[in-house]
């Protein structure tokens, strides 16, 4: 329970800075122990424009969801892929508390690689 208090005292700082913005929207990610999640947030009209779990059935496919590094990959492709689908280039990257490494780091590069600015 300790480390998870951590991580929303480091979530709650970095959002002070990192606000998202209508021409530059927040990509947030989420780590539970199961799932991975991935928002483009319009924080001006708090909206939603894009979003990717591993808990979307056409993600896992027929085996259950592994939230490891190799899936990050996946979900960071197919959020630059839906975003830029609503024109959305450039992003602000939130980590939501979480350190940038593992599975932050490889949703982020292959957000990256697939065309998103940040």
């Given amino acids: 329970m300790a480390n998870y208090n951590r991580i929303k005292l480091r979530h709650k700082r970095i959002r002070k800075r990192v606000i998202g ?21 319009d924080d001006h009209t708090s909206t939603t424009l894009a979003a990717v779990s591993t808990a979307e059935a056409d993600i896992r496919g027929n085996k259950r969801a592994n939230a490891n590094a190799a899936m990050a ?12 689908q609503k024109n959305v280039k ?28 940040f």
Avoid: C, M, W
């Fill in 21 to 41: 913005a209508t021409e530059r929207p927040r990509l947030a990610v989420h780590f539970s122990g199961q799932h991975i999640y991935a928002q483009v947030i």
């Fill in 73 to 84: 990959e996946k979900v960071g492709s197919l959020i630059a892929e839906r975003s830029l």
């Fill in 90 to 117: 450039a992003v602000v990257f939130d980590r939501g508390g979480f350190t940038y490494h593992g599975k932050v780091k490889a949703l982020a590069n292959a957000a990256r690689a697939a065309g998103l600015e």
